[in-house]
């Protein structure tokens, strides 16, 4: 996968959280987007940890 479609994946993903748990971009990061989505949703909270890796590769290649 290039990283241009990690980067499009990742930001889609992204946006499906934030609008499931109605959370703006701005208010907070990723990861606690992650933490407050796996608290409702026991697919989020089984990939929580590999969600948040998602965020570390996205921010090593300049995502971020």
Same mark, same amino acid.
């Given at each position: !996968?290039?990283?241009?479609?990690? +980067? @499009?994946?990742?930001?889609?993903?992204?946006?499906? +959280?934030? $609008? !499931? !748990?109605?959370?703006?971009?701005? !208010?907070?990061?990723?990861?606690?987007?992650?933490?407050? $989505? $796996? @608290?409702?949703?026991?697919?989020?909270?089984?990939? $929580?940890?590999?969600? @948040?890796?998602?965020?570390? +590769?996205?921010?090593?290649?300049?995502?971020?």
């Amino acid at each position: !996968m290039s990283a241009d479609r990690f +980067l @499009k994946a990742y930001n889609e993903l992204d946006d499906h +959280l934030r $609008a !499931m !748990m109605q959370i703006d971009r701005g !208010m907070w990061g990723f990861g606690r987007v992650v933490d407050e $989505a $796996a @608290k409702q949703s026991s697919v989020v909270r089984r990939y $929580a940890g590999d969600l @948040k890796q998602f965020a570390d +590769l996205r921010n090593a290649i300049g995502g971020g």
